[in-house]
């Protein structure tokens, strides 16, 4: 879909369909007069994702209004704004309608006509046009609406720049998702490599797929493990930012953030195998790897002062004759021995030879993204993802990027005490914890990687995908924690 950012005049503008706000309760435009006895009836409310289309309206060039909810003024902010942009996209679909002007324009809208705003409907107008579709040979007639364009009364660079990073992180989305929701006989480990190193070409990022025998060299015996019970060789995806030293000097903040996604193309649980019911859904867990695919593209894009390195271990976790079993016991990149228990509980496995990787790079901060455990999702249901720190100010960082990214995040917490769950007698450490608090003994797991080093993990087993769809967004993969990956490094 194209995105444009003008300043038509809304009453003359040509368009298929003029999307005009209306908050619940505020002050209405003097614009929309013809629509007075809709409001009068009770009929157009305002209220939060209300929509009504209407054809013709007196006072309007445009074939169609679309009059979109934005709900009570004072409670409208970004994330909100961001629904209503995707909402209104996906309402206009399939209705024959090939270009829309949004109009981020009226009295009640002082909290939301700003800069921010601009970048929310950007991306909000990209995510809400993005469909699970990729693999239907014969599409849904009208399905896509051609062009939007945004019409602002704002004026000045700081417009135009927000605009582009709303497109950029729109767009960004949309490359995970595309990733992500192809299926696991074609999105294989080197398939996903393959899209990544698709995806930096021109971008000057550099890249580098580490293959099976580099890691057998290194010693990432815990991802190997993983791998071996697979006829798809794993693959260990590494892509680099380093900020132009002419501007902001990466050496002068010495920060240098680590990304790291799981990239499980698919899990089958391995020896230790998962119930054929709903295993399909199992495709999905790679989807922390596609948000860092994706986040790395709208980086390089962004430019951020900070250096920043997006790492992916892609593995396919499969029962094949040379799997690994329960009982086993790997040496970890790290140097620390890992009892397998359970062979599903893989991504804490790869993910400890990834962030080794990553400390060994030199990364000052990580996090990673995992769809690590039902548990999470048992926990905090597909609302919120799990995040678990090991330092406060990279936390308090983290959770103002993922508000302003409208991602909902939970912390969890850390403690010693779940360290207790994985002892062994051995081996230095095993990879399950008891029945309880799942998702915290995985974390734990994974905090003996990361040492001393600032460390967030974020478990997105219950956020990365959407079983039921909304009005503000399709079916499939979310992307999420993309757009928190992305603010985070250009808030620093
Ligand atoms: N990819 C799964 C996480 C998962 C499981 C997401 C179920 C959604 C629903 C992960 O690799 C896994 O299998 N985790 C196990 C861990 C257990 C064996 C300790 C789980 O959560 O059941
Ligand atoms: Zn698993
Ligand atoms: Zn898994």
């Known amino acids: 879909m194209e995105l444009k950012l003008g300043r038509p005049d809304l009453a003359g503008v040509e368009t298929d369909a003029l999307v005009l706000l209306e908050t619940e309760g505020g002050k209405r435009s003097d614009l929309a007069q013809a629509l007075t006895p809709l409001y009068e009836s009770g009929e157009i409310a305002g209220k939060f994702l209300e929509f009504t289309l209407l054809h013709g309206v007196q006072g309007f060039k445009a074939r169609r209004v679309l009059v979109a909810g934005a709900g009570k003024p004072e409670k409208l902010d970004a994330t909100g704004l961001r629904r209503i942009a995707s909402a209104a996209v996906r309402h206009l679909k399939g209705k024959g309608v090939t270009s829309a002007v949004f109009a981020l324009d009226g009295p009640a809208l002082g909290n939301v006509a700003t800069e921010a705003g601009v970048a929310a409907v ?19 007639p009208g399905k896509s609406v051609g062009s939007v364009e945004i019409a602002v009364a704002l004026t000045g660079e700081g417009v135009e720049k927000a605009f582009e990073r709303g497109r950029i992180i729109g767009e960004a989305l949309n490359l995970s998702r595309d990733i992500a929701v192809e299926p696991p006989n074609i999105l294989t480990p080197t398939a996903m490599a393959e899209r990544a190193r698709a995806m930096v070409q021109g971008t000057g990022l550099s890249f580098e797929v580490l293959d099976r025998g580099r890691m057998q060299q290194l ?8 791998a071996q019970g697979s006829a798809e060789p794993p693959a260990f995806i590494v892509m680099q930012y380093k900020p132009d030293k002419a501007s902001g000097d990466v050496h002068l903040s010495g920060i240098h953030l ?15 195998i998962k119930p054929a019911e709903g295993m399909e859904k199992m495709k999905y867990d790679m989807c922390g790897g596609a948000a860092v695919i994706g986040a790395m593209q709208a980086i390089a894009r962004l430019k951020p002062n900070v250096a920043v390195t997006g790492i992916v ?13 329960p009982g086993d016991i790997v040496t970890s990149l790290s140097g620390k021995t890992i009892e397998i228990l359970n062979t599903d509980a ?10 080794t990787y990553a400390l060994q790079l030199g990364c000052t901060h990580l996090v990673d993204a995992a769809t690590l455990t039902g548990a999470i999702a048992v926990a905090l249901g597909h609302t919120s993802s799990g995040v678990f720190a090991s330092d406060d100010a990279l936390l308090e960082r983290w959770m103002s990027a993922a508000k302003d990214a409208g991602e909902k995040m939970w912390h969890m917490p850390l403690d010693d005490e779940y360290r207790d769950q994985l002892k062994t007698v051995y ?5 399950i914890g008891g029945r309880w608090g799942g998702a915290c003994s995985a974390a734990m797991f994974l905090k003996e990687f990361s040492g001393e080093t600032p460390w967030i993990h974020l478990d997105v087993a219950g956020t990365a995908w959407l079983d039921d769809e909304k009005p503000f967004l399709a079916k499939g993969p979310t992307g999420i924690p993309l757009g928190s990956f992305v603010n985070l490094a250009m808030g620093w």
């Open 258 to 272: 680590g990304l790291i996604g799981k990239g499980v193309t698919f899990d089958t649980g391995g020896i230790s």
């Open 427 to 431: 081996a230095d450490i095993q990879n």
């Open 219 to 226: 010693g990432m015996g815990a991802l190997l493990g993983v």
């Open 346 to 355: 893989e991504g804490r496995l790869i993910l400890a030879d990834a962030i």
């Open 313 to 325: 271990p892609a593995v396919e976790n499969m029962p094949g004759s040379k799997a690994q079993r």
């Open 122 to 140: 950007a991306t909000g107008l990209l995510a809400g046009s993005w469909e699970p579709d990729r693999f239907k040979t014969v599409k849904e």
